[in-house]
């Protein structure tokens, strides 16, 4: 089956910096999502992108569907960032959410 | 328009007991997915069901584990004589239609076997 990567598995920032997370995934795919999984273990779905780019606010976001890869940019980061982010992916052919193993952030003030 | 609602929270079983979790998706959502996420792990994809069809269970463990999406009500995910490694957080996603269409999240049954 499709395999998800997620680098780095942790990240600790200073508030104010940026940082890239990526997400490799080893077969074509219909979607892609990013989400954030808060401190409470909520799931927050920050993007809904299988392919293009999509910004919202400090966050954004790009997949390049032929490379296999999907990025996540946060800008300026907070500590309300913190917490643990996943890519997941469908693969073509199918309906099921594959999950990387997560990037966790720490951002200190 | 409410997301998805899952209930409880959380749930405190005792070993061998049956816990049972409900999830309501989205209205006008027919397509309910199961999750399991275990202690500093991703999700792991349970089960796929359409009303009053299971379409993919692959992800379900054989035994003790059955799901349910009826014509009218929530999903319930059941796990009958409960161990402590059934401890996890269990996330229900709902989308309008099968592939190609983004999964909405609940916020997860927090599971703890005692």
């Known amino acids: 089956g499709i395999q998800v990567e997620q680098s780095p598995p942790d990240l600790i920032l200073q508030e104010g910096a940026n940082s890239t997370l990526r997400c490799n995934f080893s077969?074509?795919?219909?979607?892609l999502q990013w989400f954030h999984q808060n401190p409470w273990g909520q799931l927050i779905n920050l993007f809904y992108?299988?392919?293009g780019t999509k910004q919202n606010g400090r966050l954004s976001a790009t997949t390049v569907a032929t490379e296999r890869y999907s990025l996540l940019y946060i800008s300026s980061s907070q500590t309300t960032d913190s917490g643990v982010y996943f890519c997941?992916?469908?693969?073509?052919?199918?309906?099921?959410?594959?999950f990387g193993t997560g990037t966790r952030l720490k951002v200190l003030a | 328009n409410a997301g998805v609602m899952q209930n409880p929270r959380h749930l405190v079983r005792r070993r061998g007991q049956e816990a049972r979790l409900r999830c309501s998706p989205v209205?006008?959502?027919?397509?309910v997915y199961w999750y399991r996420q275990l202690p500093e792990e991703g999700l792991k994809f349970m089960v796929y069901?359409?009303?009053?069809?299971?379409?993919?269970e692959s992800g379900m463990p054989k035994e003790r584990f059955s799901a349910e999406f009826p014509k009218e009500g929530p999903s319930i995910l059941r796990i009958q004589q409960v161990v402590r490694g059934d401890s996890a957080a269990y996330f229900c996603?709902?989308?309008?239609?099968?592939?190609?269409?983004?999964?909405?999240f609940g916020d997860g049954t927090r599971l703890s076997i005692l």
């Open positions: 077969d074509s795919v219909n979607n």
């Open positions: 209205k006008g959502h027919s397509h």
């Open positions: 997941a992916v469908e693969a073509s052919g199918t309906y099921k959410y594959i």
């Open positions: 992108i299988p392919s």
């Open positions: 996603a709902s989308s309008p239609t099968g592939m190609d269409q983004p999964q909405h």
């Open positions: 069901l359409q009303k009053e069809n299971i379409i993919d």
